[in-house]
């Protein structure tokens, strides 16, 4: 079932150069698709567009049935989503239980029930020690967690991480991605658009999008785009160790099976 629907979405901030130019896609229910490119290659403004933060010059989006326009726009944000890039910006509350009740409260969620869900979604993000802590004196990646947190316990159909996890250190970043996982699990139908830099972590969804100056320049699931790896040379990143690996083997003339661990070939290589 499709979700969002973008059809040729145009967007300018000066009315000058297209930021989104012709952009057409959609999120199908269940799907975890990754957005990658350049930086300002227009990632977070397509996020913004997608939740009606930004209004587009042309083209349309359809969420959950409903046309995005200002009479919709509230309607369509309840089942989105949002961690922003920033940390910073997205705090509201004192305490960090008070920034997690906040959207509860705007939901209409019992105070009865409020203090077990903020208690289960901080322990998802291991800050279940800090709840009574200001937001403003956690570090970056404790914001970010903390701003995950508020987002999940609204349990909406769709969630957008717009960079995330890029505050996380390497063990954060896997544990995010495990609750995300968990949380797939538990709920098939949750939606994710996770904006990256991290190859590696797009490499995990199931279809990667490919921005550039505002145009999708290659879409499609991780193994299909891999039989162009130069698409990924036009993103600025950098290919997985493995698939650099494979890579190099190619080049050789050295046949191993791609499916097997690195771990795996290594061990064929060395007989
Ligand atoms: N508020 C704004 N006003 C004017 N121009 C903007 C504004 N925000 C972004 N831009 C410009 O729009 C383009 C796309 O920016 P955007 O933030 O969407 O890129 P991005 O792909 O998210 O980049 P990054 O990887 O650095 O986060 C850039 O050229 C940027 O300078
Ligand atoms: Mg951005």
Redesign the pocket.
């Known amino acids: 079932m499709k979700l969002i629907e973008v059809n040729n979405l145009t967007f300018s ?2 009315k000058k ?1 297209n ?1 989104i130019d012709g952009v057409s896609f959609c999120v199908e229910s269940g799907k975890y698709i990754s957005i990658i ?10 996020a913004k567009l997608l939740i009606g933060l930004l209004e587009a010059n042309a083209g349309e989006i359809k969420a959950f049935g409903l046309e995005m326009n200002s009479k919709n726009v509230h309607e369509i944000r309840r089942k989105i989503g949002i961690v922003f ?1 920033n940390p910073d910006n997205q705090f509201v509350g004192t305490t960090v239980r008070d920034d997690i009740a906040f959207g509860l409260e705007n939901r209409c969620v019992p105070t009865e029930q409020m203090e077990g869900i903020i208690e289960e979604f901080s322990r998802k993000v291991h800050m279940e020690n800090f709840l009574d802590k200001e937001p403003e004196n956690l570090s970056g990646g404790q914001k970010q967690r903390v701003a995950i947190a508020g987002v999940l316990a609204l349990a909406p159909e769709v969630i957008i991480f ?2 995330a996890t890029s505050m996380l250190d390497p063990r954060g970043k896997r544990e995010v991605r495990e609750s995300i996982e968990e949380m797939r699990k538990e709920n098939p139908n949750l939606s994710i658009l996770a ?1 990256t ?1 991290d190859l590696e972590e797009a490499f995990a969804s199931d279809e990667i999008i490919v ?1 550039k100056e ?1 145009k999708v320049i290659a879409s499609g699931a991780p193994e299909k785009l891999l039989e162009k790896p130069e698409i990924f040379d036009n993103t600025g990143l950098d290919l997985p160790f493995k698939n650099k690996f494979l890579k190099e083997l190619e080049q050789q003339g050295i046949k191993v099976n791609a499916t097997d661990s690195i771990e795996r070939i290594v061990e064929e290589l060395c007989r």
């Open positions: 901030y000066d150069v930021v490119g350049h930086n300002g290659s227009g990632k977070s403004t397509f890039q717009d960079e904006i830099h921005l505002g």
